[in-house]
C-alpha cells in the first residue's frame, strides 16, 4: 500500500471514531523514518487506546500489519508505527506538553489542521 493511501486511511478512520484537531505531517526529507507524522488528541486515555485500536484493526482489513503499538495500557499517548505512517494519539494535556507539531515543523510547512 503506498503512504498517501495508508494516510487516508488512518485519517479517514479517526475521523470516523471522533479524534479531535487531526493534524497531519509531511516529515519526508526531514526523517528517514517515515513520511507522515498523524497527531490527533483523544478526550482520555481510553479513548486514545480506543482510536490506536480501530485504525489497527481497519489497516490489518487492508492487508497491512503494524510494525509497533507503544503505551496502550493506561497512558496518555499512544504511538503506532505503520512504517511510512507514524500516528501519535494523546490525551490534549500530553499534546499541549510534548508540541510534536512545534518540533517537527519548519517554516514555509503546509500541514493540514
Known amino acids: 500500500m503506498q503512504a498517501e493511501q495508508l494516510l487516508k486511511l488512518v485519517e479517514t478512520e479517526l475521523d470516523e471514531r471522533k ?13 528517514s523514518i517515515t513520511d507522515f507524522m498523524v497527531v490527533a488528541t483523544a478526550t482520555s486515555t481510553r ?27 493506561g497512558s496518555d499517548w ?7 505512517v507514524v500516528l501519535h494519539v494523546m490525551t490534549g494535556q500530553a499534546r499541549e506538553f510534548y508540541q510534536l507539531e512545534k518540533l517537527w515543523s519548519v517554516a514555509g510547512d503546509k500541514d493540514k489542521q
Not at 479524534?19 to 526523517?31: C, E, I, M, N
Open 78 to 84: 499512544v504511538l503506532v508505527d505503520l512504517g511510512d
Open 19 to 31: 479524534a479531535h484537531q487531526v493534524a497531519t505531517l509531511d516529515v519526508r526529507g526531514k526523517t
Open 47 to 73: 479513548h486514545a487506546k480506543s482510536l490506536c485500536d480501530y485504525v489497527v484493526e481497519k489497516i490489518k482489513e487492508n492487508g497491512v500489519q503494524p510494525l509497533g503499538v507503544e503505551g496502550e495500557s
